[in-house]
């Protein structure tokens, strides 16, 4: 088996243009045993300027939660007596609210049948579902206060949910069968986070313009989604499945207050039930990309890519076929994402070290399945007859690994050696907007003051 790096060794400077850095990959592919750059890797052929914390959120430590008790406000979101507020909204209503009006929705969507395929006109209509406490002859009652939800693009996530083999009612319950787990780290923007329990799903609040951006993408970043899943291409782009607007509001005024919070359903990125050692938030860039002080006291940090190339100087070791499907999907995904004009995203990089859980039988079957069959699709014996590792975890815990393992994870290995599982995702994709604006409000500062 050839071996490839994921390293940093070619990083270059921050603002080259993204064919140039596609480039840069290219002349550091040499030979099997070359070296290409990955902190680096990824985040070289990503057009990136933004030097933002990540708001993939991990737990805080007893300390930072403290802290934040006191605060307490970061963007919409807010700290109030220990309650999470977003909105002037409990954070436990609002998850409850919108838990309890999807679903409603999605059981009734599910009645009528999919006869046709997809139109641009599906990516422009908006319904809109009215949820009073009390209820009505369409909507059951509920404990909550009166809301109503818009629902965009109902039919267009249907059919991208079925192209992605998504079960409806499997979607349904990962929903709503059990509480949704909030992410306690909000991030730079004060986004809320919420993970569903079977892991497989984030819904996270996005602010107005957001949502209009990605209102604006959904037609053209469906094809490309579609695209690759036809071509049988990997790509570390989210996958979105559904877009809602909660607005909450009372039935008895007529010029009710009312408060519109906008949400996405997209993929998860990190596991919660395989622990991660290392997280890092990688953009190809060197200014300002390292984790501060205050990041690195909490529990489970977030690094950047000066960390990154402390950590990691010699990189992270694939396969050849691992290397370059990520590789190539990194050059995929960087382009679609240049030609939407979106600049600020970032690599979330998860490392798990097995040698950090050497009893962890679960863990040690499925590094060893991925090694020997990373498709799965083989037959349950390999060529010597022996019982594959999915199979021995199967009978051992009565659950296959693809079940126990509801995020895919890449085997890697370290410069010492140790086996690892590293967990890919591009994030952020929707802050384009804040940079935009952010970059225009600085060049009209810049005019105005010279």
Do not use: W
């Not at 004009?341 to 039988?361: A, P, Q, V």
């Amino acid at each position: 088996m050839n071996d490839n790096y994921l390293s940093a060794a070619n990083t270059g400077a921050n603002n080259l243009s993204p064919h140039s850095q596609l480039n840069t990959y290219s002349s550091s592919l040499s030979s099997s045993s070359a070296t290409a750059s990955l902190s680096h890797g990824a985040a070289n052929s990503m057009k990136s300027q933004m030097t933002g914390p990540s708001e993939a959120g991990i737990s805080r430590s007893p300390s930072t939660s403290n802290r934040e008790t006191q605060k307490k406000k970061i963007g919409h979101r807010e700290v109030k007596d220990g309650v999470v507020h977003y909105k002037k909204i409990s954070t436990d209503e609002l998850k409850k609210s919108i838990q309890f009006g999807i679903v409603h929705f999605l059981s009734e969507q599910n009645r009528t049948q999919m006869d046709r395929d997809l139109l641009m006109q599906d990516f422009q209509i908006v319904e809109t579902v009215q949820f009073p406490k009390t209820g009505s002859p369409t909507t059951p009652a509920h404990d909550y206060s009166d809301f109503k939800l818009k629902v965009y693009a109902p039919y267009g996530f249907r059919y991208l949910r079925r192209k992605f083999n998504v079960n409806e009612v499997d979607f349904m319950s990962a929903l709503g069968d059990s509480e949704l787990k909030e992410v306690s780290n909000p991030g730079a923007s004060g986004s809320v986070f919420y993970k569903t329990s079977n892991d497989k799903y984030i819904l996270k609040t996005v602010q107005y313009q957001e949502c209009e951006f990605l209102k604006t993408l959904l037609a053209g970043y469906t094809l490309n989604l579609l695209q690759n899943l036809i071509n049988q291409k990997f790509s570390l782009l989210p996958t979105i499945y559904g877009l809602y607007c909660y607005q909450k509001y009372e039935l008895a005024s007529f010029l009710s207050d009312r408060t519109n919070i906008r949400i996405v359903i997209m993929n998860n990125i990190l596991p919660s039930d395989v622990p991660i050692h290392e997280k890092y938030d990688l953009k190809g860039s060197s200014h300002k990309r390292k984790a501060s002080k205050e990041e690195r006291a909490k529990s489970n940090p977030t690094f950047k890519d000066l960390d990154f190339l402390e950590e990691h100087p010699n990189g992270l070791m694939l396969d050849e076929k691992n290397y370059d499907n990520i590789i190539g999907s990194i050059k995929r995904d960087c382009l679609i994402l240049e030609s939407f004009g979106i600049m600020d995203y970032s690599l979330l990089l998860g490392i798990h070290n097995l040698e950090k859980e050497r009893n962890n039988t679960a863990i040690e079957a499925y590094y060893e399945a991925r090694i020997n069959n990373p498709a799965y699709n083989n037959p349950s014996v390999n060529s010597n007859g022996s019982m594959s590792a999915s199979n021995r975890y199967s009978i051992s815990t009565g659950r296959s690994i693809e079940n126990a393992f509801n995020i895919s994870a890449v085997p890697a290995k370290n410069s010492k050696g140790d086996r690892l599982l590293l967990y890919f995702g591009i994030i952020d994709i929707l802050q384009s907007y804040r940079f935009k604006k952010k970059l225009e409000h600085t060049l009209k500062s810049m005019i105005t003051d010279g």
